[in-house]
Protein backbone atom coordinates (compact mmCIF):
# COMPACT_ATOMS: atom_id res chain seq x y z
CA UNK A 1 0.00 0.00 0.00
CA UNK A 2 1.42 3.30 -0.86
CA UNK A 3 2.45 5.61 1.90
CA UNK A 4 0.49 8.99 1.97
CA UNK A 5 2.95 10.96 0.90
CA UNK A 6 3.66 9.17 -1.72
CA UNK A 7 -0.42 9.11 -2.54
CA UNK A 8 -0.33 12.59 -2.37
CA UNK A 9 2.53 13.40 -4.94
CA UNK A 10 0.40 13.01 -8.29
CA UNK A 11 -2.30 15.09 -6.39
CA UNK A 12 0.51 17.75 -5.90
CA UNK A 13 1.66 17.85 -9.14
CA UNK A 14 -1.41 18.31 -10.93
CA UNK A 15 -2.60 21.07 -9.46
CA UNK A 16 0.62 22.67 -10.14
CA UNK A 17 0.27 21.85 -13.67
CA UNK A 18 -3.34 23.32 -13.71
CA UNK A 19 -1.99 26.62 -11.84
CA UNK A 20 0.54 26.75 -14.74
CA UNK A 21 -1.53 26.87 -17.75
CA UNK A 22 -3.44 29.63 -16.86
CA UNK A 23 -0.17 31.47 -16.30
CA UNK A 24 1.35 30.47 -19.63
CA UNK A 25 -1.62 31.05 -21.52
CA UNK A 26 -1.90 34.98 -19.97
CA UNK A 27 1.55 35.32 -20.73
CA UNK A 28 1.01 34.30 -24.26
CA UNK A 29 -1.61 36.36 -24.66
CA UNK A 30 -0.29 39.71 -23.05
CA UNK A 31 3.04 38.97 -25.33
CA UNK A 32 1.34 39.42 -28.12
CA UNK A 33 -0.33 42.48 -27.26
CA UNK A 34 3.55 43.71 -26.78
CA UNK A 35 4.75 42.91 -29.85
CA UNK A 36 1.62 43.72 -32.04
CA UNK A 37 1.87 46.99 -31.11
CA UNK A 38 -0.54 46.94 -27.85
CA UNK A 39 -3.18 45.49 -29.63
CA UNK A 40 -3.89 49.23 -31.52
CA UNK A 41 -5.05 48.36 -35.09
CA UNK A 42 -7.77 45.84 -35.60
CA UNK A 43 -5.70 42.43 -36.23
CA UNK A 44 -3.79 43.27 -32.71
CA UNK A 45 -6.96 43.78 -31.01
CA UNK A 46 -8.75 40.80 -32.10
CA UNK A 47 -5.22 38.75 -31.28
CA UNK A 48 -5.19 40.24 -28.09
CA UNK A 49 -8.98 39.31 -27.60
CA UNK A 50 -9.10 35.75 -29.12
CA UNK A 51 -5.83 35.05 -26.79
CA UNK A 52 -7.41 36.37 -23.55
CA UNK A 53 -10.37 34.31 -23.96
CA UNK A 54 -8.24 31.37 -24.65
CA UNK A 55 -6.87 31.88 -21.13
CA UNK A 56 -10.10 32.02 -19.94
CA UNK A 57 -10.89 28.79 -21.22
CA UNK A 58 -8.20 27.28 -20.27
CA UNK A 59 -8.99 28.47 -16.58
CA UNK A 60 -12.28 27.41 -16.99
CA UNK A 61 -11.86 23.73 -17.96
CA UNK A 62 -8.51 22.92 -15.98
CA UNK A 63 -7.44 24.83 -13.29
CA UNK A 64 -11.80 25.17 -12.64
CA UNK A 65 -12.00 28.19 -10.40
CA UNK A 66 -14.06 27.97 -7.03
CA UNK A 67 -17.26 28.76 -6.50
CA UNK A 68 -15.64 31.82 -4.82
CA UNK A 69 -13.65 33.27 -7.40
CA UNK A 70 -16.79 33.26 -9.52
CA UNK A 71 -18.88 34.83 -6.83
CA UNK A 72 -16.06 37.51 -6.20
CA UNK A 73 -16.35 38.29 -9.81
CA UNK A 74 -20.32 38.74 -9.80
CA UNK A 75 -20.40 42.30 -9.22
CA UNK A 76 -17.78 43.19 -11.83
CA UNK A 77 -19.47 41.41 -14.16
CA UNK A 78 -22.55 42.69 -14.04
CA UNK A 79 -21.12 46.24 -14.02
CA UNK A 80 -19.01 45.70 -16.95
CA UNK A 81 -22.46 43.98 -18.88
CA UNK A 82 -23.82 47.09 -17.66
CA UNK A 83 -21.40 49.34 -19.53
CA UNK A 84 -21.26 47.49 -22.52
CA UNK A 85 -25.12 47.31 -23.04
CA UNK A 86 -25.28 51.12 -22.62
CA UNK A 87 -22.13 51.82 -25.03
CA UNK A 88 -24.02 49.54 -27.58
CA UNK A 89 -27.17 51.31 -26.60
CA UNK A 90 -25.92 55.12 -27.42
CA UNK A 91 -24.24 53.57 -30.55
CA UNK A 92 -27.86 52.36 -31.83
CA UNK A 93 -28.51 55.99 -31.35
CA UNK A 94 -25.93 57.87 -32.37
CA UNK A 95 -23.50 55.18 -34.22
CA UNK A 96 -20.31 53.78 -33.10
CA UNK A 97 -21.29 50.38 -33.36
CA UNK A 98 -17.36 49.57 -33.88
CA UNK A 99 -16.43 51.95 -31.04
CA UNK A 100 -18.92 50.25 -29.27
CA UNK A 101 -18.02 46.59 -29.47
CA UNK A 102 -14.67 47.49 -29.05
CA UNK A 103 -15.63 48.95 -25.76
CA UNK A 104 -17.53 45.56 -24.97
CA UNK A 105 -14.09 42.90 -25.82
CA UNK A 106 -12.00 45.51 -23.70
CA UNK A 107 -14.27 44.52 -20.83
CA UNK A 108 -14.22 41.07 -21.66
CA UNK A 109 -10.43 40.74 -21.95
CA UNK A 110 -9.89 42.54 -18.35
CA UNK A 111 -12.38 39.97 -17.15
CA UNK A 112 -11.03 37.33 -18.43
CA UNK A 113 -7.49 38.76 -17.30
CA UNK A 114 -9.08 38.44 -13.90
CA UNK A 115 -10.47 34.94 -13.83
CA UNK A 116 -7.25 33.12 -15.48
CA UNK A 117 -5.06 35.67 -12.80
CA UNK A 118 -7.46 34.18 -9.76
CA UNK A 119 -5.74 30.75 -10.61
CA UNK A 120 -2.36 31.43 -11.73
CA UNK A 121 0.96 31.56 -10.00
CA UNK A 122 1.11 35.27 -8.86
CA UNK A 123 4.73 34.68 -8.64
CA UNK A 124 5.15 33.20 -11.81
CA UNK A 125 3.07 36.11 -13.17
CA UNK A 126 4.92 38.65 -12.14
CA UNK A 127 8.12 36.95 -13.88
CA UNK A 128 6.42 36.76 -16.80
CA UNK A 129 5.50 40.40 -16.41
CA UNK A 130 8.76 41.85 -15.65
CA UNK A 131 10.59 39.60 -18.21
CA UNK A 132 8.40 41.31 -20.90
CA UNK A 133 8.62 45.21 -19.51
CA UNK A 134 12.21 44.27 -19.69
CA UNK A 135 11.54 43.74 -23.78
CA UNK A 136 9.44 46.58 -24.14
CA UNK A 137 12.29 48.82 -22.58
CA UNK A 138 14.98 47.49 -24.48
CA UNK A 139 13.50 48.13 -27.19
CA UNK A 140 12.87 51.47 -26.24
CA UNK A 141 16.37 52.16 -25.56
CA UNK A 142 17.59 50.68 -28.85
CA UNK A 143 14.85 52.99 -30.87
CA UNK A 144 16.51 55.90 -29.48
CA UNK A 145 20.48 54.85 -29.22
CA UNK A 146 20.07 52.93 -32.96
CA UNK A 147 17.28 55.59 -34.46
CA UNK A 148 15.35 52.42 -35.37
CA UNK A 149 11.97 52.87 -37.02
CA UNK A 150 8.80 52.02 -35.26
CA UNK A 151 10.46 51.60 -32.29
CA UNK A 152 11.24 55.59 -31.87
CA UNK A 153 8.94 58.02 -32.94
CA UNK A 154 9.88 61.98 -33.71
CA UNK A 155 7.60 64.10 -31.33
CA UNK A 156 6.72 67.19 -32.56
CA UNK A 157 9.55 67.14 -35.19
CA UNK A 158 12.06 67.70 -32.28
CA UNK A 159 12.76 64.71 -30.00
CA UNK A 160 12.54 61.24 -31.22
CA UNK A 161 11.39 59.40 -28.02
CA UNK A 162 11.50 55.35 -27.05
CA UNK A 163 8.55 53.57 -28.41
CA UNK A 164 9.29 50.14 -27.95
CA UNK A 165 7.40 47.40 -29.64
CA UNK A 166 4.20 49.09 -28.83
CA UNK A 167 5.10 51.66 -31.30
CA UNK A 168 3.54 54.77 -28.97
CA UNK A 169 5.69 56.41 -26.08
CA UNK A 170 3.51 56.96 -23.89
CA UNK A 171 1.82 53.67 -23.78
CA UNK A 172 5.46 51.65 -23.56
CA UNK A 173 5.81 54.10 -20.60
CA UNK A 174 2.25 53.04 -18.70
CA UNK A 175 3.76 49.29 -19.24
CA UNK A 176 7.16 50.04 -17.92
CA UNK A 177 6.14 52.01 -15.11
CA UNK A 178 3.63 49.09 -13.77
CA UNK A 179 6.89 46.38 -15.08
CA UNK A 180 9.18 48.58 -12.74
CA UNK A 181 6.84 48.42 -9.96
CA UNK A 182 6.49 44.26 -10.24
CA UNK A 183 10.20 44.47 -10.56
CA UNK A 184 10.70 46.29 -7.37
CA UNK A 185 8.06 43.68 -5.63
CA UNK A 186 10.63 40.96 -7.05
CA UNK A 187 13.42 42.79 -6.06
CA UNK A 188 12.29 43.14 -2.36
CA UNK A 189 11.08 39.17 -2.53
CA UNK A 190 14.72 37.99 -2.91
CA UNK A 191 17.38 41.37 -2.11
CA UNK A 192 20.31 39.66 -3.12
CA UNK A 193 19.20 38.42 -6.87
CA UNK A 194 21.25 40.53 -9.01
CA UNK A 195 19.29 39.37 -12.17
CA UNK A 196 16.01 40.78 -10.32
CA UNK A 197 18.18 44.31 -9.78
CA UNK A 198 19.20 44.28 -13.38
CA UNK A 199 16.10 43.86 -14.44
CA UNK A 200 14.62 46.90 -12.84
CA UNK A 201 17.43 49.22 -13.65
CA UNK A 202 16.66 48.29 -17.23
CA UNK A 203 13.29 48.99 -16.79
CA UNK A 204 13.53 52.19 -15.26
CA UNK A 205 15.92 53.15 -18.14
CA UNK A 206 13.29 52.05 -20.69
CA UNK A 207 10.87 54.27 -19.05
CA UNK A 208 13.49 57.26 -18.94
CA UNK A 209 14.14 56.84 -22.81
CA UNK A 210 10.50 57.05 -23.49
CA UNK A 211 10.68 60.74 -22.30
CA UNK A 212 6.85 60.36 -20.97
CA UNK A 213 5.97 62.50 -18.47
CA UNK A 214 3.11 60.83 -17.47
CA UNK A 215 4.71 57.73 -17.33
CA UNK A 216 7.35 59.69 -14.59
CA UNK A 217 3.92 60.91 -12.25
CA UNK A 218 2.74 57.28 -12.88
CA UNK A 219 5.45 55.51 -11.73
CA UNK A 220 5.46 58.09 -8.48
CA UNK A 221 1.77 57.77 -7.48
CA UNK A 222 2.81 53.68 -7.76
CA UNK A 223 5.85 54.19 -5.57
CA UNK A 224 3.71 56.43 -2.59
CA UNK A 225 1.08 53.22 -2.59
CA UNK A 226 3.55 51.06 -2.51
CA UNK A 227 5.49 52.09 0.37
CA UNK A 228 2.22 52.77 1.91
CA UNK A 229 1.69 48.98 1.99
CA UNK A 230 5.17 47.60 1.87
CA UNK A 231 6.17 45.30 4.95
CA UNK A 232 9.38 47.55 4.82
CA UNK A 233 9.46 50.80 3.97
CA UNK A 234 13.33 51.17 4.31
CA UNK A 235 14.35 48.18 2.68
CA UNK A 236 11.85 49.67 -0.60
CA UNK A 237 14.23 52.83 -0.46
CA UNK A 238 17.40 51.04 -0.18
CA UNK A 239 16.50 48.57 -2.91
CA UNK A 240 15.35 51.03 -5.56
CA UNK A 241 17.91 54.37 -5.02
CA UNK A 242 20.71 52.30 -6.82
CA UNK A 243 18.55 50.80 -9.66
CA UNK A 244 17.01 54.03 -10.14
CA UNK A 245 20.73 56.01 -10.15
CA UNK A 246 21.89 53.73 -12.96
CA UNK A 247 18.78 54.56 -14.96
CA UNK A 248 19.70 58.01 -14.57
CA UNK A 249 22.82 57.93 -16.14
CA UNK A 250 21.74 55.53 -18.85
CA UNK A 251 19.02 57.91 -19.62
CA UNK A 252 21.84 61.03 -19.35
CA UNK A 253 23.71 58.95 -21.83
CA UNK A 254 20.52 58.71 -24.13
CA UNK A 255 20.97 62.58 -24.05
CA UNK A 256 22.72 63.43 -27.54
CA UNK A 257 20.56 60.74 -29.14
CA UNK A 258 16.89 62.60 -28.19
CA UNK A 259 16.85 65.84 -30.70
CA UNK A 260 16.44 65.06 -34.25
CA UNK A 261 18.77 67.76 -35.25
CA UNK A 262 21.86 65.73 -33.58
CA UNK A 263 23.56 62.77 -34.78
CA UNK A 264 22.92 59.63 -32.14
CA UNK A 265 25.17 58.36 -30.31
CA UNK A 266 25.13 54.78 -30.18
CA UNK A 267 28.34 54.20 -28.44
CA UNK A 268 27.83 56.89 -25.72
CA UNK A 269 24.23 55.03 -24.85
CA UNK A 270 25.87 51.85 -24.78
CA UNK A 271 28.60 53.59 -22.86
CA UNK A 272 25.86 54.46 -20.22
CA UNK A 273 24.05 51.74 -20.53
CA UNK A 274 27.10 49.38 -19.12
CA UNK A 275 27.93 52.06 -16.28
CA UNK A 276 24.48 52.25 -15.31
CA UNK A 277 24.38 48.61 -14.89
CA UNK A 278 26.93 48.72 -12.73
CA UNK A 279 25.91 51.45 -10.57
CA UNK A 280 22.45 49.43 -9.96
CA UNK A 281 24.46 46.83 -7.82
CA UNK A 282 26.37 48.79 -5.55
CA UNK A 283 25.69 50.09 -2.12
CA UNK A 284 23.00 53.07 -2.15
CA UNK A 285 25.71 55.95 -0.73
CA UNK A 286 28.51 54.18 -3.64
CA UNK A 287 25.67 54.06 -6.58
CA UNK A 288 25.14 58.19 -5.57
CA UNK A 289 28.48 59.42 -5.88
CA UNK A 290 29.08 57.33 -9.11
CA UNK A 291 25.63 58.37 -10.84
CA UNK A 292 26.17 61.31 -9.73
CA UNK A 293 30.02 61.21 -11.73
CA UNK A 294 28.75 59.15 -14.88
CA UNK A 295 25.21 61.18 -15.22
CA UNK A 296 27.51 64.90 -15.70
CA UNK A 297 30.36 63.42 -17.81
CA UNK A 298 28.06 61.73 -20.01
CA UNK A 299 26.13 65.44 -20.39
CA UNK A 300 29.11 67.26 -20.75
CA UNK A 301 30.13 65.31 -23.96
CA UNK A 302 27.35 66.92 -25.56
CA UNK A 303 26.01 70.21 -23.33
CA UNK A 304 24.16 71.87 -26.30
CA UNK A 305 21.51 68.47 -26.91
CA UNK A 306 20.65 68.68 -23.22
CA UNK A 307 18.86 72.34 -23.28
CA UNK A 308 16.24 71.17 -26.48
CA UNK A 309 15.99 68.11 -24.25
CA UNK A 310 14.85 69.40 -21.33
CA UNK A 311 12.33 72.66 -22.68
CA UNK A 312 10.57 70.50 -24.48
CA UNK A 313 9.99 68.17 -21.76
CA UNK A 314 11.00 69.54 -18.04
CA UNK A 315 7.46 71.54 -18.37
CA UNK A 316 4.07 70.75 -17.40
CA UNK A 317 2.74 72.66 -20.14
CA UNK A 318 1.17 70.07 -23.57
CA UNK A 319 -0.17 72.06 -26.01
CA UNK A 320 -1.87 69.11 -27.49
CA UNK A 321 -3.68 67.78 -23.70
CA UNK A 322 -4.66 71.53 -23.13
CA UNK A 323 -6.07 72.05 -26.52
CA UNK A 324 -8.28 68.64 -26.33
CA UNK A 325 -9.26 68.99 -23.05
CA UNK A 326 -10.38 72.15 -23.58
CA UNK A 327 -12.54 70.59 -26.35
CA UNK A 328 -14.09 67.70 -24.61
CA UNK A 329 -15.11 69.62 -21.82
CA UNK A 330 -17.52 72.17 -23.98
CA UNK A 331 -18.57 68.43 -26.07
CA UNK A 332 -18.72 67.25 -22.76
CA UNK A 333 -21.32 70.52 -21.56
CA UNK A 334 -23.56 70.03 -24.73
CA UNK A 335 -24.13 66.03 -23.72
CA UNK A 336 -23.63 65.67 -20.34
CA UNK A 337 -26.06 62.82 -19.42
CA UNK A 338 -25.86 60.57 -22.14
CA UNK A 339 -22.81 61.42 -24.34
CA UNK A 340 -21.91 62.28 -28.20
CA UNK A 341 -22.01 58.33 -28.32
CA UNK A 342 -18.91 55.80 -29.10
CA UNK A 343 -15.81 57.16 -30.62
CA UNK A 344 -18.51 60.22 -32.42
CA UNK A 345 -16.80 63.12 -30.77
CA UNK A 346 -13.95 65.11 -32.51
CA UNK A 347 -11.44 67.19 -30.94
CA UNK A 348 -10.63 70.65 -32.48
CA UNK A 349 -7.94 73.04 -31.36
CA UNK A 350 -5.24 75.42 -32.74
CA UNK A 351 -1.33 74.61 -32.31
CA UNK A 352 1.03 77.20 -31.69
CA UNK A 353 1.57 78.12 -35.22
CA UNK A 354 -2.12 78.58 -35.84
CA UNK A 355 -2.71 75.29 -37.63
CA UNK A 356 -6.31 73.28 -36.89
CA UNK A 357 -5.58 70.37 -35.66
CA UNK A 358 -7.80 67.22 -35.29
CA UNK A 359 -8.11 63.99 -32.86
CA UNK A 360 -9.74 61.08 -32.23
CA UNK A 361 -8.77 61.25 -28.46
CA UNK A 362 -8.84 63.82 -25.86
CA UNK A 363 -5.44 62.13 -24.18
CA UNK A 364 -7.74 61.43 -20.69
CA UNK A 365 -9.79 58.69 -20.66
CA UNK A 366 -12.05 59.38 -17.72
CA UNK A 367 -12.56 62.77 -19.64
CA UNK A 368 -13.08 60.67 -23.12
CA UNK A 369 -15.32 58.03 -21.50
CA UNK A 370 -18.09 61.17 -20.22
CA UNK A 371 -17.47 62.48 -23.72
CA UNK A 372 -18.69 59.38 -25.58
CA UNK A 373 -20.98 57.98 -22.97
CA UNK A 374 -21.89 61.14 -20.86
CA UNK A 375 -22.45 61.17 -17.05
CA UNK A 376 -24.33 57.36 -17.19
CA UNK A 377 -21.54 56.02 -18.52
CA UNK A 378 -18.87 57.14 -16.18
CA UNK A 379 -20.94 56.29 -13.27
CA UNK A 380 -20.58 52.66 -14.66
CA UNK A 381 -17.25 53.20 -14.87
CA UNK A 382 -16.62 53.55 -11.49
CA UNK A 383 -19.20 50.65 -10.41
CA UNK A 384 -16.66 48.42 -12.28
CA UNK A 385 -13.82 49.89 -10.41
CA UNK A 386 -15.51 49.65 -7.02
CA UNK A 387 -16.68 46.30 -8.10
CA UNK A 388 -12.82 45.28 -8.25
CA UNK A 389 -12.07 46.87 -4.93
CA UNK A 390 -13.31 44.14 -2.96
CA UNK A 391 -11.07 41.57 -4.63
CA UNK A 392 -7.74 43.58 -3.55
CA UNK A 393 -8.95 43.94 -0.18
CA UNK A 394 -9.94 39.85 0.30
CA UNK A 395 -6.44 39.15 -1.64
CA UNK A 396 -4.77 41.94 1.12
CA UNK A 397 -1.50 40.37 2.57
CA UNK A 398 1.78 42.22 3.38
CA UNK A 399 3.63 40.82 0.75
CA UNK A 400 5.86 42.80 -1.60
CA UNK A 401 4.01 40.79 -4.55
CA UNK A 402 0.87 41.99 -3.42
CA UNK A 403 2.15 45.65 -2.78
CA UNK A 404 3.37 45.78 -6.17
CA UNK A 405 0.45 44.46 -7.66
CA UNK A 406 -1.73 46.79 -6.39
CA UNK A 407 0.98 49.72 -6.81
CA UNK A 408 0.72 49.26 -10.54
CA UNK A 409 -2.73 49.13 -10.55
CA UNK A 410 -2.96 52.52 -9.13
CA UNK A 411 0.01 53.73 -11.85
CA UNK A 412 -1.80 52.98 -14.52
CA UNK A 413 -5.32 54.06 -13.03
CA UNK A 414 -3.20 57.54 -12.74
CA UNK A 415 -1.61 57.13 -16.46
CA UNK A 416 -4.98 56.56 -17.48
CA UNK A 417 -5.95 60.83 -16.93
CA UNK A 418 -3.04 61.90 -19.01
CA UNK A 419 -3.12 59.27 -22.45
CA UNK A 420 -5.32 57.42 -24.38
CA UNK A 421 -4.25 53.99 -22.90
CA UNK A 422 -7.54 51.86 -22.74
CA UNK A 423 -7.35 51.89 -27.00
CA UNK A 424 -4.86 49.41 -26.45
CA UNK A 425 -6.11 46.24 -26.16
CA UNK A 426 -2.91 44.88 -23.99
CA UNK A 427 -3.50 47.41 -20.87
CA UNK A 428 -7.19 46.32 -19.95
CA UNK A 429 -5.65 42.78 -20.60
CA UNK A 430 -2.82 43.91 -18.03
CA UNK A 431 -5.17 45.67 -15.72
CA UNK A 432 -7.44 42.57 -14.78
CA UNK A 433 -4.23 40.39 -14.31
CA UNK A 434 -2.85 42.56 -11.88
CA UNK A 435 -6.07 42.85 -10.25
CA UNK A 436 -6.40 39.12 -10.31
CA UNK A 437 -2.70 38.93 -9.17
CA UNK A 438 -3.73 41.17 -6.44
CA UNK A 439 -7.14 39.53 -5.48
CA UNK A 440 -8.13 36.32 -3.01
CA UNK A 441 -8.11 32.71 -3.98
CA UNK A 442 -4.84 32.02 -6.45
CA UNK A 443 -4.79 28.56 -5.73
CA UNK A 444 -2.04 28.51 -3.47
CA UNK A 445 -3.59 27.15 -0.52
CA UNK A 446 -4.31 23.21 -2.44
CA UNK A 447 -0.46 23.25 -2.79
CA UNK A 448 1.25 24.46 0.49
CA UNK A 449 5.02 25.46 -0.58
CA UNK A 450 7.75 22.66 0.29
CA UNK A 451 10.41 23.02 2.76
CA UNK A 452 12.93 25.51 2.05
CA UNK A 453 10.85 27.19 -0.44
CA UNK A 454 9.46 30.59 -0.48
CA UNK A 455 6.07 32.20 -0.69
CA UNK A 456 6.00 35.87 -2.51
Do not use: C, K
Not at 125 to 136: C, H, K, N, Q, S
Not at 298 to 322: E, I, K, N
Request: hydrophobic letters at 60%.
Amino acid sequence: MDSPALQAIPARSATIGDRSAPTLALLVAVTAGVVAQGGFYLPGRILVSVLALVALVVTLVVARPRAGDLRDLRAPGIAAAAIAGWALLRAAAQGGLADAGGIALALLTLLAGVVAARRARPADLALGLTGLGALVAATAWAGVALRIERWSVLVESTLYRGASTLTYPNAAAAVLAAAALLALARVLAEPASRVRVLALFLILAGLGATLSRAGGIALAAGLLVMLAFAPDRRLLVRRLIPPALGAAVAVAALVPSFPVDAEPAPLLALAGLAAGAGIALLRPLLALGLAAAGATGALLLRPSTLDAVLRRRLTLASQGRSGAWHSALEQAGAHLWLGRGPGQARYFWFDFQGRLVVSRWVHNEYLQWLVDLGIVGLVLLLALLAALAPGLRRGFARTPLWAGAVAAIAALAVHSAFDFLWELAVVPLVLGVLAGMAGPHHGEESAPPSNGEVTQ
